[in-house]
């Protein structure tokens, strides 16, 4: 009886910290912007520091290159699915965004997982199915 309440309680503290990562505003940092082709081979690489912040309801992309100005968009989430089983390390979040800056906008597919500790970020633009840009993830973690 001990050992099965045992495992209970953990098992509802696991659930509870994979859920809470899902509740946060997080932010993912990334060095290199890589542009991918339809068949998603590499069309160019960019090196730029990206910081993208996001809950539920809001995304925000701060891209800074070399010696250029901060660009700056912003969006509303549309579509927000999380399940991750190790926060931040091991799980997935899918996200439907759209996202403007002042000359333009695009509506997003924004898939974020995470395998073995590592992450990957790939972004698909609705109107633009034959491009697609993958993130070097640097850093994914809570907003403090």
Same mark, same amino acid.
């Given at each position: 009886m001990t050992k099965t309440l045992m495992a209970a309680i953990l098992l509802c503290a696991a659930s509870l910290s994979t859920k809470a990562q899902c509740d946060k505003k997080v932010v993912l940092t990334a060095?290199?912007?890589?542009?991918?082709k339809a068949d998603s081979s590499l069309d160019r690489s960019v090196d730029e520091k990206s910081v993208l912040e996001f809950d539920k309801t809001n995304f925000t992309v701060n891209i800074t290159s070399d010696g250029a100005?901060? &660009?700056k968009m912003t969006g509303t989430v549309?579509?927000?699915?999380?399940?991750? !089983?190790t926060p931040f390390k091991e799980?997935?979040?899918v996200l439907k965004v759209t996202l403007a800056d002042e000359h333009?906008? &695009?509506?997003?597919?924004?898939?974020?997982?995470? !395998?073995?500790?590592?992450i990957s970020f790939l972004a698909e633009a609705d109107d633009m199915p034959d491009k697609k840009?993958?993130?070097?993830?640097d850093s994914f973690e809570e907003k403090k």
């Open positions: 060095s290199k912007t890589e542009h991918l100005e901060e &660009h549309k579509s927000y699915t999380c399940d991750w !089983k799980g997935k979040t333009e906008s &695009h509506d997003l597919t924004i898939t974020i997982a995470g !395998k073995g500790g590592k840009l993958r993130l070097v993830v």
